[in-house]
C-alpha cells in the first residue's frame, strides 16, 4: 500500500513556475515507476510525465516537451515535476500517481494508487 500526498499547486501568471512535490508513504518507493497526470475540468485525465523506478528512463508529453521536468529522490520517497514557462492551458488538477512494476507507462489506468490532487491555475 502507498499514500501519495501532492503539495505545490497554487495560482500564477502565465510564463511562471511551480514546483510540485508528491510525499510517498511506505518503504518501497525505490520499486514504483511514478507519473503526473492532469485533469482539466469536462476532459478526460492525460499523462503528463512519468518516470521509471531509478530515474533512468522518462517521459514527457509533447505540450510540456522543454518546459516540464520530472524527477525523483528514492532517499526522500518524493517525486517533483518543475513546471517553467507555465501556460493556462496548464491549468488543471495534477495528480501523481505511482505504479507497482518498475516500468512507467503514459495509460493512467495502467498506475495503482494516486494522490488527491493539487490545483494548478495559470492566468493569463
Known amino acids: 500500500q502507498v499514500q501519495l500526498v501532492e503539495s505545490g499547486g497554487g495560482l500564477v501568471q502565465a510564463g511562471g513556475s511551480l514546483r510540485l512535490s508528491c510525499a510517498a508513504s511506505?518503504?518501497?518507493?525505490?520499486?514504483?515507476?511514478m507519473g503526473w497526470f492532469r485533469q482539466a475540468p469536462g476532459k478526460e485525465r492525460e499523462s503528463v510525465s512519468t518516470?521509471?523506478?531509478?530515474?533512468?528512463?522518462?517521459y514527457y508529453d509533447d505540450s510540456v516537451k522543454g518546459r516540464f521536468t520530472i524527477s525523483r529522490d528514492n532517499a526522500k520517497n518524493t517525486v517533483y515535476l518543475e513546471m517553467n514557462s507555465l501556460k493556462p492551458e496548464d491549468t488543471a488538477v495534477y495528480y501523481c500517481?505511482?505504479?507497482?512494476?518498475?516500468?512507467?507507462?503514459?495509460?493512467?489506468?495502467?498506475?495503482?494508487?494516486w494522490g488527491q490532487g493539487t490545483q494548478v491555475t495559470v492566468s493569463s
Open positions: 500517481a505511482a505504479r507497482s512494476t518498475g516500468w512507467s507507462s503514459r495509460e493512467f489506468r495502467d498506475y495503482d494508487y
Open positions: 511506505g518503504r518501497t518507493f525505490s520499486s514504483y515507476a
Open positions: 518516470i521509471n523506478r531509478n530515474g533512468g528512463s522518462v
